[in-house]
Nanobody
């Protein structure tokens, strides 16, 4: 099995910044596409960001210009740099991954077989 191990969630004030990390491990030699989704209670799951193995990125409209996804292929790790956080960013954030590789950064959720356990991000004063 492949595990997506997340870290970095927590409480932050509006306008602040936070960085999430996710490392893929298990019965794989390397991870391909990686991404982040989020979901608040009673709300629909939505794409935050995703990144191809080659570093091409795609962002959800709500976070464009504020969040940045990056990766370190040598570490099978993806990062989510969250800046200028607002209350609406409060959600459980899930790291996702697949061993498949695509040129385009845009994948559907069903293309990600590996999901992390989720980490809570709370933006509050």
């Amino acid at each position: 099995q492949v595990q997506m191990v997340e870290s970095g969630g927590g409480l932050v004030q509006p306008g602040g910044s936070l960085r999430l990390s996710c490392t893929a491990s298990g019965s794989i030699s390397s991870i391909g596409h990686m991404g982040w989704y989020r979901q608040a209670p009673g709300k629909q799951r939505e794409l935050v960001a995703q990144i191809s193995s080659g570093g091409l990125t795609d962002y959800g409209d709500a976070v464009k210009g504020r969040f940045t996804i990056s990766r370190d292929n040598g570490k099978n790790t993806a990062y989510l740099h969250m800046n200028n956080l607002i209350v609406e960013d409060t959600a459980v954030y899930y790291c996702v991954g697949t061993t498949r590789r695509f040129t385009s950064p845009r994948l559907r959720p069903s293309h990600y077989p590996y999901w992390g356990q989720g980490t809570q991000v709370t933006v509050s004063s």
